[in-house]
C-alpha cells in the first residue's frame, strides 16, 4: 500500500463478503495493531427506522442506515467481548477528514467547533483506548526517524 495513502488512515477494515465480520487495521502513533471483529446495523426500533449515531471512534454523526454496532472480543478463545457504536463503513479517517459526504453531513449536524487536527487526534485516542479495553498487542512498533 503505497505511504501516502496510510497516513491518512488510522482504521483499515478488511471485511468478509457479506461484511459483517472482518480484520480491523489501527494505527495510533507508531503503533500498528490487528483484530478481528463483528459489525452489524444498529438494531431497529418498533417503527422500523434505525436512530442516528456518532461514532465512539472517530465522533461522526452517523444516520439510522449507516450507524454500525461492532464488536470486540476482550480475550483470544474466551467468550467476554465489548462492543462500540461506529461507522457502518469503518471509513473514520476519512470521515474526519472531510474526504466523505458523509463526514460533511455531520459537520452540518454537529456543528462542533474542533479542528481536522484535533478529529485526528481524537480518533488515534479512541484507538489507543479501544487497544486497551481489548488488551491489543502491537504488531508493529515503528521508528519514524527511519520512515521519513
Ligand atoms: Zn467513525
Request: proline share 3%.
Amino acid at each position: 500500500m503505497p505511504k501516502a495513502l496510510w497516513e491518512n488512515l488510522e482504521m483499515i477494515a478488511l471485511p468478509t463478503k457479506d461484511g459483517t465480520a472482518g480484520v480491523l487495521i489501527l494505527e495510533s502513533g507508531d503503533t500498528l495493531y490487528a483484530t478481528s471483529y463483528e459489525l452489524h446495523m444498529v438494531s431497529r426500533d418498533s417503527t422500523g427506522r434505525a436512530k442516528p449515531v456518532i461514532c465512539d471512534f472517530c465522533k461522526t454523526w452517523q444516520s439510522g442506515n449507516r450507524a454500525g454496532n461492532i464488536t470486540f472480543s476482550t480475550e483470544r478463545h474466551s467468550l467476554s467481548s465489548v462492543s462500540f457504536l461506529c461507522c457502518l463503513d469503518l471509513r473514520c479517517s476519512l470521515h474526519i477528514r472531510n474526504m466523505t459526504q458523509t463526514g460533511k453531513i455531520s459537520r452540518s449536524q454537529l456543528r462542533e467547533d474542533i479542528s481536522e487536527e484535533h478529529r485526528i487526534e481524537r480518533l488515534k485516542n479512541s484507538i489507543n483506548m479501544l487497544a486497551y479495553r481489548i488488551k491489543l498487542k502491537p504488531i508493529i512498533v515503528s521508528n519514524k526517524e527511519n520512515t521519513k
